[in-house]
Structure formats: structure tokens, C-alpha cells
């Protein structure tokens, strides 16, 4: 079964930056689509950033465009999202999920799965809290 590990979250003042990473400790995702999503306290899960990490095709929403930047590393097991200028409402828990390679990386992001692919369910994510 997948396993997805999230980390790098943490506190920081609005203007800062911070990187969250998400790993696979089971199998490589060549030919998977990563997607970040963010949950804050009380709100729907939204799609953050996705990337296809066959060919690093990448998606951004428009609340973070700018501001974020997403990657793999070379291995194709980990996937960070660079944040810059973090403001207040950037603030939730993020966490990361995956499928297979069959349609755009903006596709997942604009739906996130209810059960993440290969997952019983999400993982603990990495909250990230940004304070005005």
C-alpha cells in the first residue's frame, strides 16, 4: 500500500516562507500525478498545487499563483511545495495525495479525492500556521 509522509510545516509570520515535503516511503511516482491540498479549520480540502512527475507539468490555484512553487526531487519520491510570502489565510493543515497518470494535474487539483489513491484514508498532513 502507498505510503505518503508529510513534512516542513510550522509557524511563521505573514511575509515568510516555509517548504513542506511529501514523500513516498513505499514505491517511486514516475507516472503518477502529486497534488498538495490544504485544509483550514472548518473550510472544505482544496487543491493547492499539482504536479505530473512524468514530465513536471504543473498546476498552481490561483489563491497561491506567484507565491508557490512546486517540485520533485530526481528520485521521483518527493514532492516539495516552496511557499513564499505566506499570508494569514494560507493557514491549514496540508497534505499531499496522488494518482495515476491519466488525465492533466489541474484535474486533481481542482477535485481531491474523497480516499486518496492507494490510501485508506489521508494522512496527518503538516499544518502550517501563519500569524498577521
Known amino acids: 500500500q502507498l505510503q505518503l509522509v508529510e513534512s516542513g510545516g510550522g509557524l511563521v509570520q505573514s511575509g515568510g516562507s516555509l517548504t513542506v515535503s511529501c514523500t513516498s516511503t513505499?514505491?517511486?511516482?514516475?507516472?503518477?500525478?502529486v497534488g498538495w491540498f490544504r485544509q483550514a479549520p472548518g473550510k472544505e480540502r482544496e487543491g493547492v498545487s499539482c504536479?505530473?512527475?512524468?514530465?513536471?507539468?504543473?498546476f498552481y490555484t490561483d489563491a497561491i499563483k506567484g507565491r508557490f512553487t512546486i517540485s520533485r526531487d530526481s528520485a521521483k519520491k518527493t514532492v516539495s511545495l516552496q511557499m513564499n510570502n505566506l499570508k494569514p489565510e494560507d493557514t491549514a493543515n496540508y497534505s499531499c495525495?496522488?494518482?495515476?497518470?491519466?488525465?492533466?494535474?489541474?484535474?486533481?487539483?481542482?477535485?481531491?479525492?474523497?480516499?486518496?489513491?492507494?490510501?485508506?484514508?489521508w494522512g496527518k498532513g503538516t499544518l502550517v500556521t501563519v500569524s498577521s
Open positions: 495525495a496522488v494518482e495515476p497518470k491519466r488525465r492533466p494535474a489541474q484535474a486533481l487539483c481542482a477535485s481531491p479525492p474523497r480516499r486518496p489513491y492507494g490510501m485508506n484514508d
Open positions: 504536479i505530473d512527475m512524468s514530465d513536471g507539468t504543473t
Open positions: 513505499t514505491y517511486p511516482l514516475d507516472y503518477y500525478i
